[in-house]
């Protein structure tokens, strides 16, 4: 049984620094001169943080996620990384990842199982670019030019048997370089999961970069997920490992506090966390706070999959 210790997230809302305190002048501009020096930090021999050349084409469906693109320097030092530990401040921590070389296993109810070198795989995939938003369960938000492939070509790349019913995945496990994985009440390595269904819908993107380059470590480098209808933290960081089963996934966060982190996570406004209100986001960068949309503004494309379900809280949390 784990002791529990409530993350960062179970702050009652009113106790977390507002934003525009937080992202003072100061902390901005410094942080704006660190992520250079960040940048030298996190490079590996695959020159994490190299542009991608040439830029893969921008998605004309994702081309405008109707907010501005949150700056570069705001999206990788203010992360959840659990790894590195329980602050939004863990990018320097995080550069000491080494993402060159890394692979990836394919595993579980699939024709083959494979463990391919991240490259390999890279290869065999088409990129894109999509500009999302992105939506924390914490209630802010940001938006981001993510480079990546659907998760629905992965799929088909893995050959489930028919009998596979939902994808885990699972982040790299090495507490000798991530000092919050020394912290053993926490389930590591971290996994979550998406039903078969949700897999092969478009929307889910495996992502390899972001702002034109290589995927900055503190932002999950070199291979996350992206899940923009559901709360960040489906969207799981830095994977090595990625299975089909017939079993429902249990996931990191699930597995820490089960009544308040449930499988399906969607965004809605309407059903607030046990703890606080969803109904509005912060939007990191600015001094706004805006209402939050149903699905995260990405209804059109998924609620199909919940059809006769929306009652409730099952598939809210
Ligand atoms: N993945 C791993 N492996 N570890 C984590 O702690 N945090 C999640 C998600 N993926 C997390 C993770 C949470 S809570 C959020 S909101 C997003 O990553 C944050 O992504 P960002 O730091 O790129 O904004």
Redesign the pocket.
Known sequence: MHYIRRPD?ALPERTVTPEHVFFNRRAFLGGLAGAAALGLAGRSARAALAPFDPRPPLNPAFANAGRDITDEAI?SR??????FGSSKAISESAARLVTDPWSVSIDGMVEKPRKLAFEDLLKAMPLEERIYR?R???AWS?V?PWIGFPLARLVEFAQPLSGARFVRFE?FHDPEIAP?QRQHWYPW??V?GVSIEEATNPLPLMVVGAYGKHLYN???APL?LHLPWK????????IVRISFTDKRPVG??EELQGSEYGFWANVNPDVPHPRWSQASERVLGTDERIPTQIYNGYGAQVAELYKGQESGRTIWY
């Open positions: 997230w999206n203010y992360n959840n990384f659990y790894e992105h924390c369960v914490e940001m981001v982040t919050g390595p971290y979550e503190s932002m999950g996350r709360y960040g933290f489906k969207s799981i960081k830095s990191f966060w």
